[in-house]
């Protein structure tokens, strides 16, 4: 994560961010995907993507819109070469992106979602300082669940940077957690297996060690992070620390189960466009 100070990061009220932000949230809202927003943020780097993302945030929170969280992305080596980047970023969770365990997304819901499997911790303290340890976190964390999380990019065809997913809101989309909570004394983190099965196919295999090391060591940067920037994670929130293993296309019809051990299962499935018609 960059350390500039506070006052060294863009304004969001600059007329490149604000640009950037319409297009994207117009993607959104129309269902038709937008060019790459890099170009328009003319080199601006990773503060001005924030500062995008930030942006449609406070207009999704004035609209009524409830955070419950946050989920860091681009942890897996595997994810990083399918989109060519080399470093996580962070996006906000809200309460209606969450689909139940075994649940059905809508045709149309989605633009070109992709499906990738994690860990998700729910916190039971808040997690104050910029230089968090895994202490912190070991210490806050309540329990942890199986999750999928369906990621979505409205930047047509994946056609990203670091700069088009951070300001994309790290391509967020919806996500799905299991049902029964784990304490972490019951489970390793860092050795975890995870199998993931696309109509019974298995279309993405990792382990937790793929995620930064360790799904606990993507929260300590997450932690970190968002201290660092005075919004820091507080107990009741919900982290999805990041895939496990590589992230699989989605199409009306699909449905998809991941097995995490020591944590379980969860499972989602597509609307099929036959029953549905066309969406958006």
């Known amino acids: 994560m960059p350390t500039e100070p506070d006052g060294a990061r863009p304004d969001a009220g600059s007329p490149a961010v604000a640009k950037a932000a319409d297009l994207l949230a117009e993607a959104t809202r129309t269902g038709v995907a937008c060019p790459p927003v890099r170009d328009l943020l003319d080199g601006g780097g990773l503060e001005t993507a924030y500062a995008v993302q930030q942006l449609n945030v406070r207009r999704d929170l004035d609209a009524g819109r409830r955070i419950v969280g946050r989920k860091i992305?681009?942890?897996?080596?595997?994810?990083?070469?399918?989109?060519?980047?080399?470093?996580?970023?962070?996006?906000?969770?809200?309460?209606?992106?969450?689909?139940?365990?075994?649940?059905?997304v809508p045709v149309g819901r989605l633009l070109q979602p992709k499906v990738e499997a994690e860990v998700a911790l729910v916190l039971g303290r808040d997690l104050p300082h910029p230089e968090c340890t895994i202490v912190d976190v070991l210490r806050a964390v309540d329990f942890a669940l199986p999750a999928l999380e369906i990621v979505d990019s409205r930047v047509r065809n994946w056609d990203i940077s670091l700069v088009d997913t951070v300001a994309d809101n790290a391509s967020c989309g919806l996500y799905v957690l299991g049902g029964t909570p784990v304490p972490l004394t019951a489970v390793d983190l860092r050795a975890i297996t995870m199998t993931m099965s696309r109509d019974g196919e298995t279309v993405s295999e990792g382990?937790?060690?793929?995620?930064?090391?360790?799904?606990?060591?993507?929260?300590?940067?997450?932690?970190?992070?968002?201290?660092?920037?005075?919004?820091?994670?507080?107990?009741?929130?919900?982290?999805?620390?990041?895939?496990?293993?590589?992230?699989?296309?989605?199409?009306?019809?699909?449905?998809?189960?991941?097995?995490?051990?020591?944590?379980?299962s969860v499972r989602v499935r597509f609307a099929n466009e036959a029953t549905e018609g066309n969406g958006k």
């Open 207 to 264: 382990i937790g060690a793929d995620c930064l090391g360790s799904p606990l060591t993507a929260a300590v940067w997450l932690a970190s992070a968002l201290a660092e920037r005075g919004d820091p994670l507080r107990a009741g929130d919900l982290v999805l620390t990041g895939a496990l293993g590589p992230m699989t296309p989605a199409t009306p019809g699909n449905s998809f189960e991941a097995h995490i051990s020591d944590l379980g």
């Open 73 to 104: 992305g681009l942890t897996s080596p595997a994810v990083q070469r399918q989109l060519g980047v080399d470093q996580p970023d962070f996006g906000a969770l809200f309460a209606d992106m969450a689909v139940p365990d075994g649940g059905e």
